[in-house]
């Protein structure tokens, strides 16, 4: 990213993140299930209302935690948006389950829910909406057909977090539903995660496969008196020095989203005009819908125009970029039968979307700077 005089992201930062750090060097607790860890468990329970809360060493590795967790079996079929990152797909493919790529609705990009019956069969598993850009996909509509057909669902809430549909947090709907801390986050710890787990009956064998597959959760509790390996497991907890870095940003995350508000507004304001003008589309917020204010985006005439477009951003000094790649079209998606034409809009949109500089540490002046060169722009 070097180079830029405004890159496109900047870790989140808020002040106390190396206070808690040298904390937990202090207690001598490097290792996972530390205080630090507990704490976020706990800020995020109690803010989402929801029975656990589970850190991880990423959004990737929660996602692989609830393919073992549902016990999904080679042949199995989970429906995913073919626009979304690699690992959405892959926690699954990992288990021998085939990815079912479903196309996105144009106007919030996110999976279009009247697909998704035509797209059920006696195999299917799992439906995986990914809340595209932290907005919320039509939860009612995918939960009642889940319900009705007895399919899981586990929501990729890796933009989502402190996002809310019809007044109910993200990430509280499905049986499960993951969260990433990864720099690029609204809030992060660099590389990390969470397994939210809303069923409870779940919370036992989640601690369980993150441990290696040992009780030795039950064993720190006092509830047996040894550990042993009881099930399949991996190491997915993250280092309490991690946790305390993430601790600092959890305890600020109203500041954070406020501040991504107001930047996520400004953009939103400016550019409407020049959008318009242009044929340029903005990002489309449903009215029951409260976005997570993960990113901005803008989809331009076509993939032409984009080119010439993050070109003129460079020049400026200023870096945009472009986003996901349809995964049915990529060299794995066309392993498991993808082929051109299968989800049209998706299609179109990874051609034409591209993002804007978006991070709290993001002065006025340079955001004016980057809305002043969008707008200089005519496609
Ligand atoms: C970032 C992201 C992930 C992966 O997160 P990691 O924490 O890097 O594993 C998964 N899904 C979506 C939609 C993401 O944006």
Redesign the pocket.
């Known amino acids: 990213m070097s180079g830029y005089k405004i890159p496109f992201n900047k870790p989140s930062f808020t002040g106390n993140e190396v206070m808690y750090m040298a904390h937990a060097i202090q207690k001598a607790h490097l290792s996972g299930d530390g205080s630090f860890t507990h704490s976020c468990q706990q800020i995020l329970q109690d803010l989402l209302q929801i029975p656990k809360v589970l850190l991880t060493t990423?959004?990737?590795?929660a996602?692989e935690m609830t393919a073992l967790l549902l016990d999904i079996q080679p042949g199995d079929e989970v429906i995913l948006p073919s626009f979304?990152?690699v690992?959405?797909a892959n926690a699954f493919a990992l288990r021998g389950a085939r990815p079912v790529f479903i196309d996105i609705r144009p106007d919030t990009l996110n999976l279009d829910e009247n697909q998704l019956e035509a797209l059920i069969t006696e195999r299917t598993k799992v439906v995986l909406p990914?809340h595209y850009a932290g907005v919320g996909c039509e939860m009612e509509r995918i939960m009642e057909i889940s319900r009705r057909y007895q399919i899981a669902v586990v929501e990729?809430n890796?933009?989502g977090l402190f996002g809310k549909y019809q007044n109910q947090y993200l990430g509280t709907f499905g049986t499960l539903a993951t969260q990433?801390?990864?720099e690029?986050?609204n809030i992060t710890c660099g590389?990390?995660?969470a397994l939210l787990i809303n069923d409870p009956r779940l919370i036992e064998r989640a601690e369980i496969l993150r441990e290696k597959g040992t009780n030795r959760s039950r064993f720190f509790r006092g509830q047996v008196d040894k550990y042993t390996w009881v099930d399949l497991g991996s190491s997915y907890l993250p280092s309490d020095m991690l946790a305390a870095y993430l601790f600092a940003q959890l305890e600020n995350w109203e500041s954070i989203q406020e501040r991504r508000r107001q930047i996520w507004e400004t953009y939103d304001a400016e550019l409407q005009d020049w959008a318009t003008e242009n044929g340029v589309s903005t990002p489309c917020i449903p009215a029951d819908v409260h976005q997570a204010y993960h990113m901005y985006y803008l989809l331009l005439p076509d993939l032409t125009s984009r080119t010439a477009f993050i070109e003129h951003m460079k020049q400026a000094g200023i870096l945009s970029v472009f986003h996901y790649q349809p995964l049915h079209l990529s060299e794995m998606g066309r392993k498991f039968g993808g082929k051109e034409g299968d989800c049209p809009v998706t299609e179109e949109v990874s051609d034409r979307l591209v993002r804007l500089p978006f991070y709290n540490s993001l002065e006025m002046n340079e955001q004016e700077l980057v809305i002043d060169t969008v707008t200089a722009f005519h496609p």
């Open positions: 990423s959004c990737t590795h996602l979304t990152f690992s959405t990914v990729d890796a933009h990433s801390f990864h690029t986050k590389e990390g995660g």
